[in-house]
């Protein structure tokens, strides 16, 4: 059973950076890609971020330039850096990893950010 624990969220002002972690319970290099997304209010869950095992990171248009995705092999950990925050970042955010079969989640971690 693959566990994925999310850190680092909370309550930020607008313009400010908060860095998530997401820490895997196995070789973050054994999943096909891992990345992270978010859920507003009231919104369907969107993708924020994604690093796939080999190949190009993507980001979604309204965070790029903002932040950025990076993984710690030795910590089987992977980070989300957000820089330059909006109030339209707030959201809860969660790490997913898939291994080419199974999805599997975290349970997120709330990132509020007050204008």
């Known amino acids: 059973q693959v566990q994925l624990v999310e850190s680092g969220g909370g309550l930020v002002q607008a313009g400010g950076s908060l860095r998530l972690s997401c820490a895997a319970s196995?070789?973050?290099?054994?999943?096909?890609?891992m990345g992270w997304y978010r859920q507003a209010p009231g919104k369907q869950r969107e993708v924020v971020a994604r690093?796939?095992?080999?190949?190009?990171?993507y980001f979604t248009d309204s965070v790029k330039g903002r932040f950025s995705i990076s993984r710690d092999s030795a910590k089987n950990t992977v980070y989300l850096q957000m820089n330059r925050l909006k109030p339209e970042d707030t959201a809860r955010y969660y790490c997913k990893a898939n291994d080419g079969v199974y999805d599997y989640w975290g349970q997120g971690t709330q990132v509020t950010v007050s204008s």
């Open positions: 690093i796939p095992g080999g190949g190009i990171m």
């Open positions: 196995r070789n973050i290099f054994s999943f096909t890609a």
